[in-house]
């Protein structure tokens, strides 16, 4: 299995490579250049496996330059009992037609967790597979999930340092202080005024400047990346697909072969796109749902084919999906454009240049195969908290609840549907706790007493990771503007 740039320029880079890189470089992105896929037989012998053993198995016909013993450590040491107490990935079927997959039983209580704990160890692997002697570090923007979980599942890795941009705009008490209280002697956090936009076009400037690039190079050093643009962080993420199915099928709600959807809160479009992949290589799913929050731009984009992140930023009770620019649509796209890398790039240019392109009917068309799209505003998600848990007594967080409340109005409920669930709702505490409570909370208390008072009234405990945040100290401060971002990356980089 080789690699090569949605655009073209870079090709045949083993998965290694590939992750190393993070972004190619000519700005896009690795997509792999054969198709996997896995035969029916092969996804009934997944049926009897545990989460491990499909994750094994799957990573396997993606990353071919790993051994199948090197993989199988990789999946057991991310995905051992100290980081998942109840298991990699929680699963709980509401009713007939609907379950909820939860991806929120890691260390930090999102889904990226399930990615961010394993991409380190591939990492690190790589790095001495493809004998690079060059110290890394990883630069993240984040909306408040991704900064928190690379935080976790780089620390103290050696040969490679992290750090953070977080926007000052937009994530919650309870994720500020994940991230700024984090331990390790290879982290850096800083904030930055402005929103995730903002700070996302703040790193993507600082890897392309290539005059950086290459003073780093000369001083034995060099800069990778943790978003999901990061193909090594794509491809865990394909795994709880199939363990999703394996579930269904084991617990006898659907037979083997039928075919089920997915609906799937989306702000970068990681998620959403390894759904995509899992369906590509021979997964029985039928449609793929893609939920958005009042930041539509996706789902306008996957109901007109015109992308347009000329419009107003919103901040909403789901953070990590307010986001205006969807990076891994670019995947989707070169699949969808019949692998034109030329057609990919001139696409992304007018992205980059007026924030706008219209992909034209026909190839709209052919994605619409795949997908459909719904978006849902703040009201309806706290409806949706509300409701879901008076019907099934089961808490949900905001960005879970956009995907439910979409799910109910754009799935034709012919099939069974799993809609993902990316975060612990005791991480988005203060949105759960007033869509349940309303104005019967005490007024001016912090997410800490906001929590625990969630917990006492519902029956559902605090996670193990949320709990003493608020007494752990503040080890970083720093509030910057976004122009800043460079130095402060480069003072980090150099031990300044
Ligand atoms: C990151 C995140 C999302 C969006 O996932 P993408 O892969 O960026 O589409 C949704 N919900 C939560 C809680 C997240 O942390």
């Known amino acids: ?3 090569k740039s949605t655009r073209g320029g870079d090709s045949g880079k083993t998965f290694s490579e590939a992750v190393i890189k993070g972004l190619a470089s000519d700005g896009g992105l690795f997509v792999p250049e054969e198709e996997v896929s896995f035969s029916q037989e092969e996804i009934r012998v997944m049926c009897g496996m545990d989460y491990q053993g499909i994750a094994a198995n799957v990573i396997s016909r993606f990353a071919d330059d790993f051994t199948a013993s090197e993989i199988e450590k990789c999946v057991t040491d991310a995905y051992r009992k100290e980081k998942f107490p109840d298991g990699p990935a929680g699963f709980t079927t509401l009713d007939k037609d609907l379950s909820v997959l939860e991806l929120w039983h890691g260390p930090t ?15 690190r692997k790589a790095i001495e597979k493809c004998g690079e002697s060059k110290e890394i570090t990883i630069l993240t923007a984040t909306s408040g999930d991704t900064g928190k ?4 599942g780089y620390r103290d890795v050696p040969g ?6 977080y926007p000052s705009e937009g994530v919650s008490e309870t994720q500020k202080l994940q991230m700024v209280t984090q331990c390790g002697a290879n982290v850096n956090v800083v904030a930055i005024k402005g929103n995730f936009d903002n700070a996302q076009t703040g790193v993507k400037k600082i890897f392309s400047d290539k005059e950086f690039a ?3 190079a000369a001083d034995g050093k060099m800069l990778s990346s943790a978003n999901s643009i990061n193909w090594g962080r794509l491809l865990p993420q394909i795994v709880y697909y199939f363990f999703s199915y394996t579930k269904l099928v ?74 205006l620019v969807s990076s891994n649509l670019e995947r989707l796209i070169y699949d969808a454009l019949g692998k034109d890398c030329g057609a990919v790039k001139g696409f992304m240019e007018q992205l980059s240049n007026v924030g706008r392109y219209d992909i034209g009917g026909k190839v709209l068309a052919k994605i619409r195969e795949d997908f459909d799209a719904g978006f849902s505003v703040q009201e309806e998600v706290s409806e949706t908290i509300a409701n879901v848990y008076k019907k099934y007594n089961y808490l949900i967080d905001p960005h879970t609840a956009v995907g439910v409340s979409v799910y109910g109005k754009v799935s034709d409920k012919t099939r069974h549907t799993v809609c993902v669930s990316t975060a612990s709702p005791f991480k988005f505490n203060t949105c759960v706790a007033e869509s349940l409570f309303g104005n019967d909370i005490p007024e001016g208390i912090g997410e800490d007493k906001v929590s ?25 401060s720093e509030v910057v503007d976004p122009d800043m971002m460079p130095k402060k990356a480069e003072d980090f980089i150099y031990d300044r």
């Open 1 to 3: 299995m080789t690699y």
């Open 109 to 123: 209580c999102a889904f990226k967790d399930m990615a961010l704990q394993i991409m380190p160890l591939f990492m």
């Open 149 to 152: 979980a690379a935080l976790e």
């Open 160 to 165: 490679i340092k992290i750090m953070v941009f």
């Open 214 to 216: 290459k003073k780093l």
């Open 250 to 323: 084991s617990a006898g709600t659907i037979k083997f072969g039928e075919k089920i959807d997915f609906c799937v809160p989306t702000g970068n479009f990681g998620d959403i796109l390894a759904c995509y992949y899992a369906k590509k290589a021979g997964l029985p799913v039928e449609r793929i749902i893609c939920a958005s929050n009042d930041n539509k731009v996706v789902a306008d984009f996957l109901s007109t084919g015109v992308y347009d992140k000329n419009r107003e930023f919103l901040t909403t009770t789901s953070p990590a999906m307010d986001i």
């Open 452 to 476: 625990a008072l969630l917990s006492e009234r519902t029956g559902f405990p605090v996670p193990v990771p949320l709990r003493g945040l608020f007494d752990r100290k503040v080890r970083f």
